[in-house]
Antibody
Framework: QVHLVESGGGVVQPGTSLRLSCAASGFTFQTYAMHWVRQTPGKGLEWVAFMWFDGRTAYYGDSVKGRFTISRDNSKSIVYLQMNNLRVEDTAVYYC?????????????WGQGTMVTVSS | QSVLTQPPSASGTPGQRVTISCSGSSSNIGSTTVNWYHQLPGTAPKLLLYGNNQRPSGVPDRFSGSKSGTSASLAISGLQSEDEADYYCATWDGSLNAVVFGGGTKLTVL
């Protein structure tokens, strides 16, 4: 069964760091591009970052560029999101998503999400 | 302000056909394919259509998509109460080097 499970969310103060993890199972992780998408409660979806299947290329949304870093370990089927210098406006549910080859950036697999709250 | 523009709300009665539009530009919809997601309250989004009109396994053929120029549409025929959800369009923007989402459309089944 195809599965993504995020972890690492929590309540942190502004200016601090947090690392999210997303563990994959049930599909060939090393062939999938992986994305992070976030959603402020009651609001729409905001794309955060993605990394190619081989880890060589990553892209970021403007609101997180320079503060967040996506990485992956294909040997463990895990993708990470390192979030530094967190701001109140980063408060959201963070989802990871899997994008199979030749799917045109379509996230076929989604995790259940992990909540990040940035508050003083 | 989302890069892709969707109507904030749509509605229909059971059995009806409804459409949801998604407007973009030449750097996104105009140059690549569009994907659609739906999200039930309190749950993670799910892929509904990819490549403009391809349905993942398990998505009924009541859902269809189209694209023309810099706009795309999602059509739902034979509307059912369980279709009540938020719907999002998304695509790659070559100028931003980013995936962009529409603001979402809340579909209400009356």
């Amino acid at each position: 069964q195809v599965h993504l499970v995020e972890s690492g969310g929590g309540v942190v103060q502004p200016g601090t760091s947090l690392r999210l993890s997303c563990a994959a199972s049930g599909f060939t992780f090393q062939t999938y591009a992986m994305h992070w998408v976030r959603q402020t409660p009651g609001k729409g979806l905001e794309w955060v970052a993605f990394m190619w299947f081989d880890g060589r290329t990553a892209y970021y949304g403007d609101s997180v560029k320079g503060r967040f870093t996506i990485s992956r370990d294909n040997s463990k089927s895990i993708v990470y999101l390192q979030m530094n210098n967190l701001r109140v406006e980063d408060t959201a549910v963070y989802y990871c998503g899997g994008d199979p080859p030749s799917s045109g950036y379509a996230l076929h697999v989604w995790g259940q999400g992990t909540m990040v709250t940035v508050s003083s | 302000q989302s890069v892709l523009t969707q109507p904030p709300s749509a509605s229909g009665t059971p059995g009806q056909r409804v459409t949801i539009s998604c407007s973009g530009s030449s750097s996104n919809i105009g140059s690549t394919t569009v994907n659609w997601y739906h999200q039930l309250p309190g749950t993670a989004p799910k892929l509904l259509l990819y490549g403009n009109n391809q349905r993942p396994s398990g998505v009924p053929d009541r859902f269809s998509g189209s694209k023309s120029g810099t706009s795309a549409s999602l059509a739902i025929s034979g509307l059912q109460s369980e279709d009540e959800a938020d719907y999002y369009c998304a695509t790659w923007d070559g100028s931003l080097n980013a995936v962009v989402f529409g603001g979402g459309t809340k579909l209400t089944v009356l």
